[in-house]
């Protein structure tokens, strides 16, 4: 890219994701844990919109501004300066590709906010593959994991938008297969910090899960039978104790017919595996209403055959806004939750 080429924008998915399996190995001597973790995005997704250009004239600086927009319970505690992932990622490529000029964020937010969902990570990563291109940093995709892992332990992982194994404290990430499955996702009011769920972990004295090669086999497959069983997150029994709605929405979502159920991330959001012909019992559904917000999720499969893979983001020409889209149909709790 030159140094006075014109600024080009790129409006890309962010994609929210579920953990099939989440296992904690021990807490390091830096504070984080170890963990192994299968990681599907969903077809749920923010869209991220970057106006940008790069130069790298010494004399001048790097601006960077980010407008976050949505429906209020999407958008709710999501920061709008440099605290914000998405930010932090244009601020941790810019300096290690050397940039200057600048780069206007714009998110629509359809995934809820500290759910364990992945939302904040995941614009983070829509954020580094889109300038990573604007910008002509060239970076392949070590270089741009490197760069990830400094901004937040789930980035990595969501760079590809496909099915990933990560390891590590989240750095270590690789392809892996994963048949797109239905999900219902319930979320609610209230969030669960990652230092809460894993210090719970620590304080609970919990214990790692089992070998998770029968879950990789299943998960590749797309057998729900199978892998419903199967489906486990080491932080969820800690969670859970603390937090008996969450619990009783995992009972609820195998009540109504999921073959299995799990907490995404550190929480609070669960997600229940739906058979093949996406059957559930409608009455459990509108209990479910009541506790949080309730949404039919289709997960994505490996590409093209090649597990991790990813196509280059869509360029387009136009302004830095987000494009006028269809808001994430979320049925929303009646009563606020406990």
């Given at each position: 890219m030159t140094r006075d080429s014109a600024p080009r924008t790129v409006e890309v998915g962010a994609p929210a994701k579920v953990n099939l399996f989440l296992r904690v190995l021990g807490r390091r001597p830096d504070g984080y844990h170890d963990l192994e973790t299968l990681v599907v995005p969903l077809?749920?997704?923010?869209?991220?919109?970057?106006?940008?250009?790069?130069?790298?004239?010494?004399?001048?600086?790097l601006s960077v501004s980010l407008e976050v927009t949505g429906e209020p319970e999407l958008t709710r505690g999501v920061p709008v300066d440099e605290t914000n992932l998405a930010v932090r990622a244009a601020h941790a490529l810019a300096r290690a590709a050397g940039v200057r000029g600048f780069a206007e964020l714009a998110i629509d937010k359809r995934v809820p906010n500290a759910a364990g969902l992945g939302g904040g990570s995941a614009?983070?990563?829509?954020?580094?593959?889109?300038?990573?291109?604007?910008?002509?940093?060239?970076m392949g995709p070590e270089e741009l994991s490197a760069v990830a892992a400094a901004v937040g332990s789930d980035v990595p992982a969501l760079l590809a938008a496909a099915p990933a194994l990560a390891r590590g404290r989240g750095e270590v990430v690789e392809p892996?297969?994963?048949?797109?499955?239905?999900?219902?996702l319930v979320t609610f009011s209230f969030g669960i910090s990652t230092a809460e769920a894993f210090g719970w972990w620590d304080e609970d004295g919990a214990v790692t899960g089992p070998d998770p090669g029968p879950a990789l086999a299943a998960a590749a497959a797309g057998?729900?039978?199978?892998?419903?069983?199967?489906?486990?997150?080491?932080?969820?029994?800690?969670?859970?104790?603390?937090?008996p709605v969450i619990a009783e929405a995992r009972e609820r979502l195998l009540a109504g017919g999921c073959a299995g159920a799990v907490l995404c991330g550190s929480g609070a959001s669960m997600a229940g595996l739906l058979?093949?012909?996406?059957?559930?019992?409608?009455?459990?559904?509108?209990?479910?209403?009541?506790?949080?917000?309730v949404q039919r999720v289709r997960s994505l499969g490996s590409r093209s055959g090649r597990p991790g893979s990813a196509g280059p983001p869509r360029?387009?020409?136009g302004s830095p806004g987000p494009k006028p889209?269809?808001?994430?149909d979320?049925?929303?709790?009646?009563?606020p939750s406990p």
């Open positions: 077809k749920l997704a923010d869209r991220v919109r970057v106006h940008a250009r790069a130069d790298r004239t010494a004399s001048r600086t614009d983070a990563a829509a954020v580094l593959r889109a300038l990573n291109d604007l910008w002509g940093c060239g892996a297969n994963a048949a797109p499955r239905s999900w219902l057998d729900a039978a199978a892998l419903g069983p199967l489906l486990a997150n080491d932080l969820e029994a800690p969670v859970l104790r603390r937090r058979p093949p012909d996406a059957a559930f019992d409608p009455a459990e559904e509108a209990a479910l209403a009541r506790l949080g917000m360029l387009e020409r889209g269809v808001a994430a979320w049925t929303r709790a009646q009563t």
